[in-house]
T-cell receptor
Framework: QKEVEQDPGPLSVPEGAIVSLNCTYS??????FMWYRQYSRKGPELLMY????GNKEDGRFTAQVDKSSKYISLFIRDSQPSDSATYLC??????????????FGKGTKLSVKP | NAGVTQTPKFQVLKTGQSMTLQCAQD?????MSWYRQDPGMGLRLIHY???????DQGEVPNGYNVSRSTTEDFPLRLLSAAPSQTSVYFC????????????FGPGTRLTVL
C-alpha cells in the first residue's frame, strides 16, 4: 500500500459546480498537508497548506484534514474553466530533516467545462 | 526574482550518455530537491539538500548524482542515461525555517533513446 493514495480521475464537471478532491494516507506521523495545482506542461504550484487537523479557506478553495480518518480533502466552489488542471496532494511528517520530505499523491486531473 | 529556474527545458539523450540538469534559485532557500514525474507514478523524490555541502538520497536515487557547492545551485547529474530515466524532472526549493512549502521550477523533459 502506498503511503498516499489519490484517485487519478479524470474528473469532469460543469462550470459552477462544487468539486471535491480527496487523498487518504497511512502514515499517522504526517502533520503537514498541502495541495498543489499543476497546469499542463508546468511545474506544480502551492495552493493550500495546512498543519494538523481542521479546515482552511482561501477564496473559492477549502482544505480539510481529518487525521483520525487519515483523510484530506480539497473543495473548489463555483469552479471555473481556469481551474482545469491536475491537483496533487502532498504531506510530510516533521518540520525538518529527512522526515520533512514531501510524499505526493499521484494527482487528480480535473476538467471544468464551460 | 526569477524564482526557481531549470535548464534545459527539453533534452534527448542516447543510452549511455551523461548530462547535467541545472537548477538555480535566487530566493536564498536552504532546502532544494529534485523530483521526477512519470505518468501514473506522481512525483518521486530523487535527491535533496538541506544546505550547501549537504545532500542526501530520496526515494529513487539510483543513476543520479547531486552536489551543492552554493546555496543557489543544485545540479542533477545522470551518469549513464537509460531509457528508464525518460521523465519530466522538477527542481524545488523552500525556506528551511518555514517547512516544506515548495516552490517548483518549470521542469526539464528528458527522453533517453
Amino acid at each position: 500500500q502506498k503511503e498516499v493514495e489519490q484517485d487519478p480521475g479524470p474528473l469532469s464537471v460543469p462550470e459552477g459546480a462544487i468539486v471535491s478532491l480527496n487523498c487518504t494516507y497511512s502514515n499517522s506521523a504526517f502533520q503537514y498537508f498541502m495541495w498543489y495545482r499543476q497546469y499542463s506542461r508546468k511545474g506544480p504550484e502551492l495552493l493550500m497548506y495546512t498543519y494538523s487537523s481542521g479546515n482552511k479557506e482561501d477564496g473559492r478553495f477549502t482544505a480539510q484534514v481529518d487525521k483520525s480518518s487519515k483523510y484530506i480533502s480539497l473543495f473548489i466552489r463555483d469552479s471555473q474553466p481556469s481551474d482545469s488542471a491536475t491537483y496533487l496532494c502532498a504531506m510530510s511528517a516533521h518540520y525538518g530533516g529527512s522526515q520533512g520530505n514531501l510524499i505526493f499523491g499521484k494527482g487528480t486531473k480535473l476538467s471544468v467545462k464551460p | 526574482n526569477a524564482g526557481v529556474t531549470q535548464t534545459p527545458k527539453f533534452q534527448v539523450l542516447k543510452t549511455g550518455q551523461s548530462m547535467t540538469l541545472q537548477c538555480a534559485q535566487d530566493m536564498n532557500h536552504e532546502y532544494m530537491s529534485w523530483y521526477r514525474q512519470d505518468p501514473g507514478m506522481g512525483l518521486r523524490l530523487i535527491h535533496y539538500s538541506v544546505g550547501a555541502g549537504i545532500t542526501d538520497q530520496g526515494e529513487v536515487p539510483n543513476g543520479y548524482n547531486v552536489s551543492r557547492s552554493t546555496t543557489e545551485d543544485f545540479p542533477l547529474r545522470l551518469l549513464s542515461a537509460a531509457p528508464s530515466q525518460t521523465s519530466v524532472y522538477f527542481c524545488a526549493s523552500s525556506y528551511q525555517a518555514s517547512g516544506r512549502m515548495r516552490f517548483f521550477g518549470p521542469g526539464t523533459r528528458l527522453t533517453v533513446l
